[in-house]
């Protein structure tokens, strides 16, 4: 026990490491709250250290110096003082990466944020009449307008508008899937629970790998409240399959009286298909179909902030505004900002592809993003030739992610670093806590960063979140 007590008496009081000059300096800047809690903490880790040592040796190379663990506390308070969510850079290439938040907005989306985060706004009110209005009137005439909908619906997220029609149209009632079509995409949202969660039944029909319209014909009676249709966004089912068409469900739907819901995921307005990405059916493709009721997200091809997008026939888009649960579905003014101004750039296909960050980055020429990771290495290769590493510039292909395109792997060019002693791993990890945070892609034990989603003017970021990072680590 006694050869604890020196240990303990020689650690300072609070009081006293706030003396020290690092604490001192940072009293200028941060909330004197966050300095105390800071250097109790670290006192307290200091206190935990001696109780745990079992003898006298344990402690001996413990030293207990008030500067230093002043030192300690100051770095701990600009930790509790920084934010939690922080802008990072992609250099993983997947350009719909659900971790790091899916879609970059376009520029104008961002000005309108800016614009209507910080005032007052028109969000349920008519400049027209000086009167209340609804605030989806900002975007349902747009979605019609782009999309040929005879109405439409927003909220929070594709999740929440799945749910939102199930309950509404569905709840008591029988729900017609096919078995190869029983989705779960990441963070476990899974097409059987939200089905059971909004009070429909599931009625599977078919096999995994395949389903008939006759699958479909024997399974309707007079519980089927809907024909649900799911897009293997994430997923293929290859071989030997079969579906049933949009078209022949359509038609299969009109004669028993009953509507098709198609939940598209990833939602497309363009047709973007080319040489590496398969053909996904379009939102406006579904419609023209005749399906009842369509929904998709607004941070995956689209390209938006998180959003759930709801079009469709008006009686059922106006049963949707009836049901009490949309009060706590509902979007607020900056997602109609944002969203409503990525949906402008549609108007024109060309704007498009050329403003929404999205459709730019899948998009992207060989040879452009041969040339950024060309300029990239060399810049690492100039700026950090004191330091050890080879920079290479190699071929590989990104991935689109966020449930889209799932097999397409886009050819792209990759900047690797290999260096002698210098672990990839803690090189990543050391990159994560540069400001701003690099995340980069680790693959048979090589680093790599792909330049496909490295927005222009990162570069000189990750020169030096890299310099700091290899002088800590060599
Ligand atoms: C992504 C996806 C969802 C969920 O959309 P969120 O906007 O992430 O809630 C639902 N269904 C399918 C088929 C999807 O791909």
Redesign the pocket.
Known sequence: MSFRQDYLRSLPAVDVLLQEEPLKELAERLPRKLILQSAQEVIDSYRRCIMDAETAADLESLKIVPAELAAEAALKAESHAGTSLRAVINATGTILH?NLGRAPLPQCAVDALADTAGTYCNLEYSLETGERDSRMAHLEELLCELTGAEDALVV???????FLVLNTLASGGEVIVSRGQL?E???S?R?PDVMSASGARLVEVGTTNKCYRGDYEAAINEHTALLLK?????YRIMGFTREVERGDMVELGRRAGISVME????GTLLDLASPELPSEPTVPECLDAGVSVV??????LLGGP???IILGKKKIIDELHRNQILRALRVDKLTIAALENTLRLYFDPHTALAEVPVLRMLKREKEDLKRQATELQRLLQNELQHQQGEWEVTEGTSTVG???FPLAELPTYLVSFKAEGISPGKLARELRFADPPVVVRLQHDCLLMDVRTILSGQEEQIVSAMRNALDKLT
């Open positions: 659900t929070n997220n594709n999740a929440a508008a799945v989705v995409i990441g963070g949202f097409i799911v897009h293997t966004s994430n939940d598209l995921g990833s929904t998709f997200s607004g941070d995956k998180q959003a759930g966020g449930g889209a």
